[in-house]
C-alpha cells in the first residue's frame, strides 16, 4: 500500500482518473479535484479536449475509448507506469439516448449506449478496482443519473443507469474488506452545456426542469464535481455501496406534482425600524 500524505480533508499527492474528463461535469470533477490536491489523469476519447482540461488542472491526458476493454487496460497500464498507484476513479463517460419511442430506438443505438455507459463502466471498476484492491485502498465514483430512479422515454440511457446503481453495490461488497469504496452520485438537471442548449432550442424540454425541483433551478457541474470529491475523500471513510443524489430536489417533489407542485417561496416579514 502506498505511503499517502495523512489528510483527512483532501486527495493531497493521491493519483485520480476522470474518465469523461473532457467536458461536463468530469471537467468540473478534474478541475475540483485538482484544487483539492489530487493528482488528475483526464481519460477521454475527446482527445483534444482532456489534452485542455489536463493542462486546466495540472494532470495528465490519457486517451481511452471505453467501449474497447484493450483501451482501458492500456490506459491503466500507461498511468501507473508513467505517475504510479492511482486511489481514486471517477466515471464520467456517458452516452445519452434519443428521447424517442422504444419501437422507434434502433439496437445499434441501444447496443452503443450500454457498450459506454454500463459495460464501459463495468470494466472501468475491474481494471482499477481489481489493482486498489489488490494494494488495499481506493475509491471509486460511478455517475448515475435522476433517469435511473425515475425512467423517462429515453429506454436505453435510463435503464443502463439505473444498472450502474447495481453495479456499484455489487462492488462495494466485492472489494469492501479489500479497502476499496465505490459509491454512485446521481445528477439531476445540471446546467451543462448540451442542456443549457436544449432548453435554448425548447425542444427536448416541454416542462422547464427547474420548475420541478425543489430548489427551483438546476445543478451546477461544481456541484456534482463537490460530491464527487466528498466521496473520494478520507472524509467519506465509512460511506460505500451509497447513491447520492445532487439534483436540486427533484425525486423529492415528484409527489407535489398532482398537487400543483411545491410551494412557492415563503414571503418575507417586512423589517421593522
Known amino acids: 500500500m502506498a505511503d499517502y500524505a495523512d489528510d483527512a480533508t483532501d486527495g493531497k499527492y493521491r493519483l485520480v482518473v476522470v474518465t469523461g474528463g473532457a467536458s461536463g461535469i468530469g471537467a468540473a470533477t478534474s478541475r475540483i479535484l ?20 489536463a493542462e486546466q488542472c495540472g494532470g495528465h491526458f490519457l486517451p481511452i475509448d471505453v467501449t474497447q476493454a484493450a483501451s482501458i487496460t492500456r490506459a491503466a497500464d500507461q498511468i501507473e ?43 472501468c471498476n475491474v481494471e482499477f478496482g481489481s489493482r486498489m484492491a489488490a494494494r488495499g485502498a481506493g475509491a471509486i465514483v460511478n455517475l448515475c443519473s435522476i433517469g435511473g430512479h425515475r425512467p423517462n422515454h429515453g429506454h ?12 456499484t453495490q455489487g462492488m ?18 445540471v446546467s451543462v452545456d448540451r442542456v443549457l442548449a436544449a432548453l435554448e432550442e425548447g425542444l427536448r424540454y416541454p416542462v422547464p426542469p427547474s ?25 467519506a471513510s465509512g460511506i460505500t455501496g451509497a447513491d447520492i443524489a445532487v439534483d436540486a430536489g427533484v425525486m423529492a417533489t415528484s409527489g407535489w406534482v398532482v398537487h400543483g407542485g411545491v410551494p412557492p417561496t415563503r414571503a418575507r416579514p417586512s423589517v421593522r425600524r
Not at 92 to 114: G, K, M
Not at 156 to 167: G, N, P, R, V
Request: proline content about 3%; aromatic content about 8%; hydrophobic content about 45%.
Open 81 to 123: 507506469a508513467t505517475q504510479g498507484e492511482v486511489f481514486g476513479l471517477v466515471n464520467c463517460a456517458a452516452l445519452f439516448a434519443p428521447q424517442v419511442a422504444p419501437e422507434r430506438l434502433d439496437l445499434d443505438t441501444f447496443d452503443s449506449i450500454y457498450q459506454v455507459n454500463l459495460r464501459g463502466s463495468y470494466i
Open 211 to 235: 420548475t420541478l425541483s425543489a430548489l427551483g433551478r438546476l445543478v451546477t457541474p461544481e456541484e456534482v464535481a463537490e460530491t464527487i470529491a466528498f466521496l473520494l475523500s478520507d472524509s
Open 172 to 189: 462495494a461488497g466485492e472489494w469492501g474488506r479489500s479497502g476499496v469504496r465505490v459509491n454512485t452520485v446521481t445528477p439531476g438537471f
Open 34 to 53: 485538482h484544487a483539492r490536491g489530487w493528482r488528475v489523469a483526464v481519460a477521454d476519447i475527446d482527445e483534444k479536449g482532456a489534452e485542455q482540461v
Open 156 to 167: 436505453a440511457y435510463t435503464s443502463s443507469k439505473a444498472a450502474i446503481i447495481a453495479l
